[in-house]
Nanobody, 114 residues
Framework: QLQAFGGGLVQSGGSLRLSCAPSGTIFNINVMGWYRQAPGKQRELVATVTIGGSTNYADSVKGRFTISRDNAKNALYLQMNNLKPEDTAVYYC??????????WGQGTQVTVSS
């Protein structure tokens, strides 16, 4: 029910903006977040944002990535600046309701060349 887009191929130091929106209606969303999975690695948290706007970032992206949301549209965004080759991964968005039910997006590939 979530569609993520905005990935692509970018050179090191470049920027991308990811977006995620539901294709249907999801009620009672609390936390939204971005996760990523690089080849051969486990999926890891990138950043989260609560309905109140509190944010949390992985240490590896602090100061470079900015997460934001539009509560009216249940949309989620990730502005990624100063991208590095180690940021290469499939990026997934996740919405979680106040009851703890997760909704995952299908993933969008981000590739950063050196």
């Amino acid at each position: 029910q979530l569609q993520a887009f905005g990935g692509g191929l970018v050179q090191s130091g470049g920027s991308l903006r990811l977006s995620c929106a539901p294709s249907g209606t999801i009620f009672n969303i609390n936390v939204m977040g971005w996760y990523r999975q690089a080849p051969g690695k486990q999926r890891e948290l990138v950043a989260t944002v609560t309905i109140g706007g509190s944010t949390n970032y992985a240490d590896s992206v602090k100061g470079r990535f900015t997460i934001s949301r539009d509560n009216a549209k249940n949309a989620l965004y990730l502005q990624m600046n100063n991208l590095k080759p180690e940021d290469t991964a499939v990026y997934y968005c996740k919405h979680q309701t106040i009851y703890g039910r997760p909704y995952w997006g299908q993933g969008t590939q981000v590739t950063v060349s050196s």
